[in-house]
Antibody, heavy 120, light 106 residues
Framework: EVQLVESGGGLVQPGGSLRLSCAASGFTFSTHSMSWVRQAPGKGLEWVANIKQDGSEKFYVDSVKGRFTISRDNAKNSLYLQMNSLRAEDTAVYYC?????????????WGQGALVTVSS | DIQMTQSPSTLSASVGDRVTITCRASQSISSWLAWYQQKPGKAPKFLIYKASSLESGAPSRFSGSGSGTEFTLTISSLQPDDFATYYCQQYSRFPLTFGGGTKVEI
């Protein structure tokens, strides 16, 4: 059974940093691109970042470029999101999501989400 | 960036109704479109990919159609479990973008 479990969320002050982790199981992690998708309270879904299977290619939404870094450790079946210079507008539930295969960048499995709250 | 616009934003319907949700792209995305269902406090659930292909495990009452810039998600006979918010997503190019969502309520 495919499982994605996020951790590392919490309350952080504006300008602070946080690192989210996503532990993957039930599939061959190294053969799938992975993404982070967020959802602000009461709002819609927003894609944040994607990383290729081997970590060689990364894409970001403009609003997080230069502040967030997506990475992965295939030996540990883990996905990460390092978030720096956090702003109030980054407050959201952050989901890790699996890309099913190839270059079809839709998402067939999602984690339960990790809440990040940026507030003083 | 490709903007995705869903309509309506809210839809009131009854069990057994046929329901149609529209998603429009600001430029052609061929058939690179997915649909998701989300219930409050839960992660989205994958329903349809490549505009009209049903994800395994998704009920057959869900169907998708369209290409280019206009797409629809149809629920042939609304069931109690279908009351939720639905999102479209384009994956023609980065940045990947979602529509604003359509809430289907009683």
């Amino acid at each position: 059974e495919v499982q994605l479990v996020e951790s590392g969320g919490g309350l952080v002050q504006p300008g602070g940093s946080l690192r989210l982790s996503c532990a993957a199981s039930g599939f061959t992690f190294s053969t799938h691109s992975m993404s982070w998708v967020r959802q602000a309270p009461g709002k819609g879904l927003e894609w944040v970042a994607n990383i290729k299977q081997d970590g060689s290619e990364k894409f970001y939404v403009d609003s997080v470029k230069g502040r967030f870094t997506i990475s992965r450790d295939n030996a540990k079946n883990s996905l990460y999101l390092q978030m720096n210079s956090l702003r109030a507008e980054d407050t959201a539930v952050y989901y890790c999501a699996r890309v099913p295969g190839g270059y079809d960048f839709n998402f067939d499995y999602w984690g339960q989400g990790a809440l990040v709250t940026v507030s003083s | 960036d490709i903007q995705m616009t869903q309509s309506p934003s809210t839809l009131s319907a009854s069990v057994g109704d046929r329901v149609t949700i529209t998603c429009r792209a600001s430029q052609s995305i061929s058939s690179w479109l997915a649909w998701y269902q989300q219930k409050p406090g839960k992660a989205p659930k994958f329903l349809i990919y490549k505009a009209s292909s049903l994800e395994s495990g998704a009920p057959s009452r869900f169907s998708g159609s369209g290409s280019g810039t206009e797409f629809t998600l149809t629920i042939s006979s609304l069931q109690p479990d279908d009351f939720a918010t639905y999102y479209c997503q384009q994956y023609s190019r980065f940045p990947l973008t979602f529509g604003g969502g359509t809430k289907v309520e009683i």
